[in-house]
């Protein structure tokens, strides 16, 4: 099955910076999600863009996508603390009842 | 609250010795999956069920079974521990919407240990 794969894995930042991961993936898809996990907790959806759509914003979230080159990314803004976390790009591939995840990019904010 | 409870939260266990994993939605959800998580893996899915007697194959489902008797409730079944099949075990539900427009909702995790 398909997966999407995270850039860059780990990502080190000051509070109040912006954060920007990358994601990609191989086939067709239906939508591509954004999820966050905490230390070992599970993961909680961030943000859904369908293939259709190209960009969608949910509060400091951005997120864009680009289904000619089968990429995504997800920018957080005005970074803080609490959004020290993994992150992981997940695709809903089409004609399978399915979501692959990727391998996560490890996201550290510096207070 | 609308969640998705997986229980026990941690388990240590013994080569060979069935156990089950139970995960539980009262969110009415039609579709409900098992994914494992392994470090430099990510996430792999183990099965999934589109609906009640209803369950399909994942990635990775050797090892492992399922069933989906009633709605709420979605079982992951060990009938013989390995030690590779110590994991952090993730439980996961969703409407069936048109196209699963809607995002999915995880469960705490089970970190299980086979010695």
Not at chain 1, 44 to 53: A, G, K, P, T
Not at chain 1, 82 to 103: E, M, P, Q, V
Not at chain 2, 75 to 100: D, K, M, V, W
Request: charged share 20%; net charge positive; glycine share 8%.
């Amino acid at each position: 099955s398909q997966q999407g794969e995270e850039d860059p894995q780990a990502l080190s930042i000051q509070e109040g910076e912006n954060a920007t991961m990358n994601c990609s993936y191989k086939t067709s898809i239906n939508n591509l999600q954004w999820y966050r996990q905490n230390s070992g907790r599970g993961l909680v959806h961030l943000i859904l863009i369908r293939s259709n759509e190209r960009e969608k914003h949910s509060g400091r979230l951005r997120v864009t996508l680009d289904t000619s080159k089968k990429s995504s990314s997800l920018l957080i803004t005005a970074s803080r603390a609490a959004d020290t976390a993994s992150y992981f790009c997940a695709t809903d591939a089409r004609g399978n009842n399915r979501l692959a995840f990727g391998k996560g990019n490890q996201v550290v904010v510096i207070p | 609250e609308a969640q998705v409870t997986q229980n026990p939260r941690y388990l240590i266990t013994v080569t060979g010795k069935k156990l089950t994993v139970t995960c539980s939605q009262n969110m009415n959800h039609e579709y409900m999956s098992w994914y494992r998580q392994d470090p430099g893996l990510g996430l792999r899915q183990i099965y999934y069920s589109m609906n009640v007697e209803v369950t399909d194959k994942g990635d990775v489902p050797e090892g492992y079974k399922v069933s989906r008797k009633e709605k709420r409730n979605f079982p992951l079944i060990l009938e013989s521990p390995s030690p590779n099949q110590t994991s952090l075990y993730f439980c996961a539900s969703r409407h069936n919407r048109q196209g699963a427009l809607s995002g999915y909702t995880f469960g705490s995790g089970t970190r299980l240990t086979v010695v």
